[in-house]
T-cell receptor, first 113, second 111 residues
Framework: DAGVIQSPRHEVTEMGQEVTLRCKPI?????LFWYRQTMMRGLELLIY????????DSGMPEDRFSAKMPNASFSTLKIQPSEPRDSAVYFC???????????FGSGTRLTVV | SQQGEEDPQALSIQEGENATMNCSYK?????LQWYRQNSGRGLVHLIL?????REKHSGRLRVTLDTSKKSSSLLITASRAADTASYFC???????????FGAGTTVTVRA
């Protein structure tokens, strides 16, 4: 298995632009998580899905952030418009069941200038 | 707020020594997991310990869980330079299946 695949690995964008991060979970994993990691705030859970349905989006910082999971093999996290304070590493993770071990992707390092 | 809090924040040891880090949490858990993150990389799962378990081993790793004290410890024995990384505990709260991470412990193993 190729693991959790995230793209792009790095993204540099100008303030005000739309950013879309992509994630392909491990086949058969029912749970998908989006995290953001910064030095100041550590690892924050933004949103998670179960069977493609958003379960908890209380960690999404603002309306500028949105996430979708149109099918079991693909999810996106969109920021529109982006701001410099959104600069962080964004991780996607998937797990096979309730409370199971998570498998993380390599992350997308986002820089908003 | 973070559910798990690791202690110490940073640890520097000599190769061959043991490294111990602790994690405290606030509410009842379903399980607790430990992860490692090498610089610039994603998190890698190390061990999962359930609330009804007290100790688990995996190679040079030993994890304990004390639910009465709401705490867990991770011991790395005979450390190697390759163990240099940040270590995070993550809790899964009963009836809520998201993984909540602490701030992590940065471990540096000196050759």
């Amino acid at each position: 298995d190729a693991g959790v695949i995230q793209s792009p690995r790095h993204e540099v964008t100008e303030m005000g632009q739309e950013v879309t991060l992509r994630c392909k979970p491990i086949s058969g994993h029912d749970y998908l998580f989006w995290y953001r990691q910064t030095m100041m705030r550590g690892l924050e859970l933004l949103i998670y899905f179960n069977n493609n349905v958003p379960i908890d989006d209380s960690g999404m910082p603002e309306d500028r952030f949105s996430a979708k999971m149109p099918n079991a093999s693909f999810s996106t996290l969109k920021i529109q418009p982006s701001e410099p304070r959104d600069s962080a590493v964004y991780f996607c993770a998937s797990s096979p069941g309730q409370g199971s071990r998570g498998t993380f992707g390599s992350g997308t390092r986002l820089t908003v200038v | 707020s973070q559910q798990g809090e690791e202690d110490p924040q940073a640890l520097s040891i000599q190769e061959g020594e043991n490294a111990t880090m602790n994690c405290s949490y606030k509410t009842s858990i379903n399980n607790l997991q430990w992860y490692r993150q090498n610089s610039g990389r994603g998190l890698v799962h190390l061990i999962l310990i359930r609330s009804n378990e007290r100790e688990k081993h995996s190679g040079r790793l030993r994890v304990t869980l004390d639910t009465s004290k709401k705490s867990s410890s991770l011991l790395i024995t005979a450390s190697r330079a390759a163990d240099t990384a940040s270590y995070f505990c993550a809790t899964v709260i009963s009836n809520d299946y998201k993984l909540s991470f602490g701030a992590g412990t940065t471990v540096t193993v000196r050759a």
